[in-house]
Structures are given as structure tokens and as C-alpha cells.
């Protein structure tokens, strides 16, 4: 692992060659969801954002301010790396989204995966998340939720990936997305972007990831079968197939 320090902080990543993609994980996970795509052929570079994985946590309260944050975790790497097309899971492509709207950073793409324009969360996996953290654990990894059909070791992965991260950060990065909403400014979206989402994706439901790709002007929707919201865990080849057309017909 190598890490970019700003901010007062240092930004852990790990770097495959010299890289166009930044993977950007969702909340409660850490680089290693990214496992299967970093290093597989195309030159990448996955991050942990502020408190996940080996990056230091910033002291800010959920919502815009650690969406801030976050983007300025995903700028620090990309200028130091020159990654140009940021691919962002769930929270992660809510940070993507901002990054590409707030951020002064040349980008020449964006893959927005399990993720939408809001990201409401449920009330009551809220109040698990702050109350009962291993249950709400458990809830997230019911079917058709995170995972379709998985490799047991894969949700064990997941599982153990949110108790590192831990409650807290956890808690902060749902409550993040929660107050997350891009559907006025979608249209400023200037890059070619791919919105991926999982056949079986109950976390994020399909009307999300078409009203992206309704709104961003240049923008491409592509379901993968048989996965729900970590497709590029469950179903790796036809993700990265999906992305490599995407980034070589850009």
C-alpha cells in the first residue's frame, strides 16, 4: 500500500502499474471489495477512504461535509497516480458523482456502479446500524441485497470488511448517502459515463440507475444478470468486460 498525505491526513491506496481507473468502495468496506478488478490487465488503483482500510478518519458529521471529505481522499490519490476515470460503488459512486461536480480534477470518464442520483436509507437499517450493528450486518447480507448468489467466502469477506471499518464510520458513510442527492445537476455531467447495476439489486432499485443515465448526457446503462449490488464481485468477467468497452469506445 502506498499513501498520499493531505488535508492533515494520509489516504491509503494500492496502485497496479500506471493507472487510468480509481475504484472508489461503498460504505463500510475498505480497497479490498475491488479485489477482482485492480491489476487484472488494465492498469488501476483502488483507495480507502477516510477511516476504511489503512487511511486515517477525519473528525466530520455525516452528510456533506464528509462527502467533502471523501472527494478530497479520491482527488488526493487521482493527482498523485494520474487515474482519470473514477469507478465508484454505492457511496462510492456518490462520490464519484460529486467529485465530477465540485472538484476541479480532469477526468476523461466515470462508471457509476449500485449507486443513483439519492441514496434515501431505510429508517429501519438506520436505526439497526446506530442500535444493533452485527444484526444490521446480517440484514445487509440477506439475498438480493449486497449479493444474488454468492461464494460463501465473498460475504464472509464483506461481513468481517464492516466490522473492520467498524460502527461508526459505517454508520457516518449510510447517513452520507442518505442526504446525498445530485438530480438537479446531473446534466452538468461533461464525461462519458457508464452506470452498471446488478440484475438483483435490491439496495439500489433500477429506477435509480435509470434516472442517471436518463440525466447524464452522455451516459450508457448496462445490467449485469444474475448479481445484486457488488456486481463486479459476484459476476468479475462480465463487469470488466462491460467496463473495457466502455473505457476503449470512450
Known amino acids: 500500500m502506498e499513501t498520499v498525505t493531505h488535508d492533515e491526513r494520509e489516504t491509503a491506496y494500492r496502485r497496479v502499474g500506471d ?13 479490498n471489495v475491488w479485489a477482482n478488478q485492480y491489476g487484472r490487465g488494465r492498469a488501476s488503483v483502488a483507495l480507502d477512504l477516510s477511516g476504511h482500510g489503512r487511511s486515517e478518519d477525519v473528525d466530520t458529521p455525516s452528510g456533506m ?4 471529505a471523501y472527494a478530497d481522499d479520491v482527488v488526493a490519490v487521482a493527482e498523485r497516480t494520474g487515474a482519470d476515470v473514477l469507478c465508484g460503488n454505492s ?5 464519484a458523482q460529486h467529485v465530477a461536480l465540485e472538484r476541479d480534477l480532469d477526468l476523461s ?13 431505510d429508517e429501519g437499517l438506520d436505526s439497526l446500524l446506530a442500535s444493533e450493528f452485527e444484526k444490521a450486518i446480517d440484514v445487509l447480507h440477506r439475498p438480493d441485497l449486497l449479493f444474488h448468489d454468492p461464494d460463501p467466502e465473498d460475504v464472509e469477506r464483506s461481513k468481517e470488511a464492516m466490522r473492520e471499518c467498524g460502527q461508526a464510520v459505517t454508520l457516518r458513510d449510510f447517513r ?13 455531467v461533461d464525461v462519458p459515463t457508464l452506470v452498471v447495476h446488478g440484475e438483483h439489486d435490491g439496495m439500489t432499485p ?10 447524464i448526457p452522455d451516459a450508457t446503462l448496462v445490467e449485469i444478470a444474475d448479481a445484486a449490488h457488488l456486481p463486479f ?3 468479475p468477467t462480465a463487469f470488466d468486460d462491460a467496463v473495457d468497452a466502455f473505457l476503449d469506445g470512450r
Open 91 to 95: 457511496l462510492g459512486g456518490a462520490v
Open 109 to 121: 470518464g466515470l462508471v457509476l456502479v449500485g449507486t443513483g442520483p439519492t441514496l434515501a436509507v
Open 19 to 31: 493507472p487510468e481507473v480509481l475504484y472508489v468502495h461503498g460504505s463500510g468496506a475498505s480497497h
Open 206 to 215: 433500477p429506477e435509480l440507475h435509470a434516472e442517471l443515465a436518463d440525466g
Open 233 to 235: 464481485v459476484e459476476r
Open 65 to 68: 461535509e464528509t462527502m467533502d
Open 176 to 188: 452520507s448517502c442518505d442526504t446525498f442527492d445530485s438530480r438537479d445537476r446531473l446534466g452538468e
